[in-house]
């Protein structure tokens, strides 16, 4: 594409005969704007043009849904800024990314993990899509891991990133060599949805629970049940505590118990939650549990008192997942008012609320990457959340933005809707 000359914010209907193929006018793959057809223009309507002067053909349209208010190019003419009501203030690179920062799957996120290298998530969810290993660096998905299930779940990943198990709906849970990417065991026979899945710390066990309402233990390396155990009702969510290895179960009652994997055995349990218990995860230094639930709260515990450290709310529907960083300083949070809300572990303090998901983020993961947080949702995108900025002042990050906009001389036009908003 020639040199971007300007940007028309309009809320026109484009019509052309005469428009030349795909092939001759889509932007190349590596910008991270994305060319949208006519019959999308039409339906979402307000839009920001990019027009390339030098033939006065088009043309990149940058969407937003309700209207484009403000529009700016970088001195260099590399970004766009553009703002609407709907997403605020948004950054557009014409150049190829540096780094990723949402990747799409081809249905509903409904689980996320780690793969066997920093580089590499997985995610799955509706579809026969299987599963995806994601390499982090392009934002590309180089392996995709067949099952036959309608909807994966859940999946665990062992704690030396050697085997993934998933499952869902089906009556099988699949285990695979990630190094290799081959099915190494298929267990056969549940009678039920699969909720949860869990390996133990050796990566020797692997407990599932789901909807009929039992707990089993099975052998990661034949398949073998080694532990069946009837609960009161269908478990949710399972965690495992790096130092004990004791197995955490929370349940549809709101209940949160403690299992014995070598023996199957309950070691206790308490009333966590007054609604369904959703999400769980142990701190990776093994002190602290967080729980998330349909009651809209999540609760940080002692692990080893049990008690109750700080209460955080917030989210304004179910929380559906949580997960600490690797230094267990943060805890980030997802759920179904499609935001990711990221928490201080240590004092229970609200940090960020991050926007963005049009649909419910039904899974949140700090990759192996420092400062780098995951989150799937229904809108079928994995956005991906550079962490850097979060400790710098909101009036560091305006200046940088003025800066680079050539904004700095005079009163911007969104300082002036935004005075007018306010009287």
């Known amino acids: 594409m020639g040199e971007i000359a300007d940007a028309v914010v309009d809320r026109q209907r484009r019509q052309r005969d005469d428009e030349p193929p795909a092939s001759e006018q889509a932007p190349d793959r590596s910008q991270r704007a994305r060319r949208i057809d006519d019959a999308k223009a039409r339906r979402l309507g307000a839009c920001a043009r990019i027009v390339d002067v030098a033939d006065a053909r088009d043309e990149i349209l940058l969407f937003a849904l309700e209207a484009v208010e403000l529009a700016a190019i970088s001195a260099e003419g590399s970004e766009l800024a553009s703002y609407s009501r709907d997403t605020g203030l948004r950054l557009w690179s014409f150049a190829a990314a ?232 943060l805890l980030a949070s997802a759920g179904e008012d499609k935001s990711v809300r990221l928490w201080d572990a240590h004092t229970g303090r609200a940090l960020a609320i991050l926007t963005g998901h049009t649909g419910v983020v039904r899974a949140v993961r700090f990759t192996g990457q420092a400062g780098l947080l995951a989150s799937g949702s229904d809108d079928g995108a994995i956005r991906l959340w550079h962490l850097d900025d979060l400790g710098r002042s909101g009036a560091e990050l305006e200046s940088n933005i003025r800066r680079q906009f050539g904004l700095n001389a005079q009163r911007s036009e969104l300082d002036a809707k935004a005075e007018a908003a306010s009287l």
């Open 98 to 329: 540096q780094r990723p920062s949402e990747l799409n799957e081809r249905g509903n996120v409904l689980a996320l993990a780690l793969g066997s290298s920093q580089d590499q998530l997985l995610s799955a969810g509706l579809g026969r899509n299987g599963a995806c290993i994601w390499d982090l660096a392009t934002g590309t998905c180089s392996a995709r891991l067949p099952v036959r299930l309608d909807r994966v779940r859940t999946l665990a990943v062992s704690p030396d990133h050697q085997k993934l198990a998933l499952a869902g709906s089906g009556s099988q849970i699949f285990i695979w060599d990630l190094a290799q990417k081959i099915p190494t065991q298929v267990i056969e026979g549940l009678r039920d949805e699969t909720r949860a899945l869990a390996f133990s710390v050796d990566g020797q066990r692997l407990a599932a629970a789901g909807l009929d309402r039992k707990l089993r233990i099975f052998d990661a390396s034949s398949a073998a049940l080694l532990h069946e155990v009837e609960t009161s009702t269908p478990i949710q969510t399972l965690s495992v505590a790096p130092q004990s290895g004791l197995l955490l179960a929370g349940d549809q009652a709101g209940a949160l118990t403690i299992w014995d994997l070598n023996s199957g055995q309950a070691q206790g349990s308490w009333q966590a939650h007054s609604d369904w218990l959703l999400g769980s995860a142990v701190s990776p230094d093994g002190r602290e549990l967080a729980t998330a639930g349909a009651d809209r709260m999540i609760y940080i515990w002692d692990l080893h008192t049990r008690k109750r450290l700080f209460s955080l709310s917030g989210h304004h529907g179910k929380v559906l997942s949580v997960d600490f960083s690797a230094d267990s300083a």
